[in-house]
C-alpha cells in the first residue's frame, strides 16, 4: 500500500514541477517576446502558437553546442507554417525577427533569441501534448 501511495507523491510531485516550470518558463516567454521586439511583427502574443515551428539561423540550438555563434551567418528566427489550401509548397518560412550578422552580436541578445526559441519550443510541446491528449480521450468515449 505505502509503494502505491509513495508512486502517487512522487508523480503528483513531478506533475506539479511541470506545471510550475511550465508557468515560469510562459513568463519568461512573454518578456522576451517583448524585450526582442516581436510585438511588433506579431501583436497579439498568443498568435505565437499558431507557427508549426520555429528555427534559428547564425546560431546552434543544437544540446551539445547551444548559443554557438555560426561564422559569417545573420542571425534571424524563422517561423513555419502550414497552408493546408495551397497546391504544391505547403509550407511557409516567415522572419520574426532580424538581429544582423552572427560575428558581432551582443551576448545578452544572443542568449534572449537562444532562451527565445527554446521557452516558445518547450510551450508548443505542451500545448501539441494536450491536442494529442484531447484526440485520444475523443476515441474513448
Not at 21 to 46: C, G, H, T, V, W
Not at 101 to 123: G, H, M, P, Q, T
Request: charged letters at 30%; aromatic letters at 10%.
Amino acid at each position: 500500500m505505502s509503494s502505491a501511495l509513495d508512486r502517487l507523491k512522487a508523480l503528483t510531485s513531478k506533475i506539479s514541477s511541470f506545471e510550475m516550470a511550465r508557468k515560469e518558463n510562459m513568463q519568461s516567454l512573454k518578456e522576451l517576446y517583448s524585450f526582442l521586439k516581436i510585438d511588433e511583427k506579431i501583436p497579439e502574443f498568443k498568435l505565437l502558437f499558431d507557427y508549426k515551428a520555429m528555427n534559428l539561423t547564425g546560431l546552434s540550438l543544437q544540446a551539445e553546442d547551444l548559443g554557438v555563434i555560426k561564422e559569417n551567418r545573420y542571425v534571424q528566427i524563422i517561423c513555419i507554417s502550414y497552408d493546408k489550401q495551397a497546391k504544391g509548397q505547403k509550407s511557409k518560412n516567415s522572419s520574426l525577427g532580424y538581429f544582423g550578422r552572427s560575428d558581432s552580436i551582443d551576448e545578452n541578445l544572443k542568449n534572449a533569441i537562444v532562451k527565445f526559441i527554446l521557452c516558445w519550443r518547450f510551450e508548443k510541446s505542451f500545448i501539441t501534448l494536450e491536442h494529442y491528449h484531447g484526440m485520444i480521450e475523443s476515441l474513448n468515449d
